[in-house]
């Protein structure tokens, strides 16, 4: 699955930044999933605050870790990368000595790495670049020219780096960089847009984009990176109002040559499912999802050849029952596979339940997963894992009554989903206060490892995206895994002692 929502994460969605990058001649070597220990000793950990993520593993994977060199155990994290091996987990640079970096939105591009970063030298937080060397690590921006923390929806597009940037002056633009100071600036695209501009999502030949010129409110447009070709595909909502994406702020999706979004067009009063190929003037509705503002699509994800989605409220009757919904693009073929249940089920999203879920809804192979608050136990909630696929939904995993405030999170890689909760109800011998690694394929699951005990509760994965082996922490050691208990093995460790290995973002 590919996660196309670029806007800069809340802090409840992202645990820690660990994104891979394959580096091309860095030296760098993969080590594959065959399970063997590199020196580690396989016991789940060092202690810490039990706070862990997951990431796709490909050649070099580049994460924020804590040494504990600064002196400080919950913050001072730096950049760090791993190729899957003992010797190479190492930290590539402390951008800020003896501080937090306060790094985030670590992104890919060719042989580099971008991220947004403050050096504390009086800039703020700034667009830097990482070749993976110390030396090739430096800062591209300052705020005489990039105001400080306004680098956000960073994004490869045709080999550069694009991102929304605000100038000294307060101007919005579309920026570029081609990982040096000299190239980088604001984009080719003479064209001034308010706070609307969000989204940059790469599709065919060009950035697709949520933006405000400020005549036609918010709308869909797209840009290849030059004035000439930055323009408004269409004008979905034409009464001049607050404009179609104004309220309906969901990210892009791509299926079969298609981009799905959600946007309100003014004639329902809340936000519907759409799409476009992409072409000027093209955009169409798919289905008539709402009939109270701001009710429509969210969580869009693609799984095999089907779109899922979910709705906070019932487009019938307006009520706040949530629903899971698929879709073929096609109106006749948008239906629902789970819907609310107010005295038994209920849908678990971000901030609308007793705990915070990171990824509402996450696709892998051809099924769909999400949380579900069981109210007919005993203790009024209870945590389900739920999976649906084209045509129905199930009950996955039964989590344990009166565990909505632990960490849980999920991720999706190498086809499967993988999910990481306290006492799941699986199998009998699983008890105590330990975190276990689990994944899902389709609707069967299996336990990869249960030696994770950490004290503060926190979320252990973060989504991941492609790749064959994945990257996990388990309080500031490194592990991995291919989605087997035979590859699920210790790297390295980050952190001695009880710092905090890992960094949420």
């Given at each position: 699955m590919v996660n196309l929502e670029l806007t800069r994460p809340n802090a409840w969605v992202a645990i820690l930044a660990i994104i891979p990058a394959v580096l091309a001649g860095c030296g760098e070597s993969s080590s594959g999933g065959d399970g063997t220990d590199n020196g580690g000793n396989g016991d789940g950990g060092n202690g810490g605050n039990g706070s862990s993520n997951l990431s796709a593993f490909s050649s070099t994977t580049y994460f924020i870790g804590n040494d504990g060199s600064s002196g400080n155990t919950s913050d001072g994290s730096q950049l760090w990368k791993t190729d899957g091996t003992e010797s190479g987990t190492l930290k590539v640079k402390a951008v800020a000595p003896g501080e937090d970096a306060d790094i985030e939105q670590i992104t890919p591009v060719g042989d580099k790495v971008f991220f947004v970063a403050d050096d504390n030298e009086g800039y703020g937080q700034q667009l830097w670049v990482s070749d993976g060397t110390e030396s090739g690590t430096l800062r591209l921006t300052d705020s005489t020219e990039l105001d400080a923390g306004t680098a956000t929806t960073l994004s490869e597009f045709d080999g550069m780096l694009y991102f929304r940037g605000r100038s000294e002056s307060g101007e919005i633009w579309i920026w570029k960089s081609d990982g040096t100071i000299a190239g980088t600036g604001p984009a080719d695209t003479d064209v001034t847009l308010d706070n609307g501009l969000s989204l940059l999502t790469p599709f065919k030949n060009h950035l697709y984009f949520r933006a405000n010129d400020g005549t036609n409110g918010a709308e869909l447009w797209r840009s290849d990176g030059t004035d000439a070709n930055t323009e408004?595909?269409?004008?979905?909502?034409?009464?001049?109002?607050?404009?179609?994406?104004f309220t309906c702020t969901e990210g892009f999706v791509e299926l079969d040559g298609m981009l799905y979004f959600s946007a309100n067009d003014g004639?329902?009063?809340?936000?519907?499912?759409?799409?476009?190929?992409?072409?000027?003037?093209?955009?169409?509705?798919?289905?008539?999802?709402?009939?109270?503002?701001?009710?429509?699509?969210?969580?869009?994800?693609?799984?095999?050849?089907?779109?899922?989605f979910l709705t906070r409220r019932e487009p019938a009757t307006g009520t706040d029952d949530g629903a899971v919904w698929v879709s073929d693009g096609t109106d006749a073929g948008t239906t629902k596979v789970f819907d609310e249940d107010d005295d038994e089920?209920?849908?678990?999203?971000?901030?609308?339940?007793?705990?915070?879920?990171?990824?509402?809804?996450?696709?892998?192979g051809d099924h769909a997963y999400f949380y579900v608050n069981d109210r007919s136990k005993s203790s009024g909630e209870a945590l389900q894992l739920w999976y649906a696929d084209s045509t129905e939904s199930g009950l996955l995993v039964d989590l344990e009554d009166s565990v909505l405030g632990g960490g849980i999170d999920m991720a999706v890689a190498t086809g499967q989903l993988f999910f990481v909760h306290t006492r799941p109800n699986i199998e009998s011998d699983f008890t105590g206060s330990n975190k276990g690694i689990w994944t899902a394929t389709g609707n069967n699951v299996e336990l990869l490892h249960s030696g994770f005990t950490g004290s503060n509760g926190g979320k252990p994965l973060l989504q991941a995206e492609g790749g064959d082996t994945l990257l996990?922490?388990?309080?500031?050691?490194?592990?991995?895994?291919?989605?087997?208990?035979?590859?699920t093995a210790f790297v390295s460790e980050i952190c001695p002692g009880t710092c905090f290995g890992f960094k949420s973002e």
């Open positions: 408004m595909v269409a004008d979905i909502q034409t009464d001049g109002g607050l404009g179609s994406l004639s329902g009063g809340g936000c519907d499912l759409w799409r476009t190929n992409g072409e000027l003037d093209h955009a169409e509705k798919v289905k008539e999802m709402s009939d109270s503002f701001n009710t429509g699509p969210i969580d869009l994800a693609v799984a095999d050849d089907t779109l899922f089920y209920r849908l678990m999203m971000g901030g609308s339940g007793p705990t915070d879920i990171s990824q509402p809804l996450l696709a892998a996990f922490s388990s309080m500031g050691d490194v592990w991995r895994t291919s989605g087997t208990t035979a590859s």
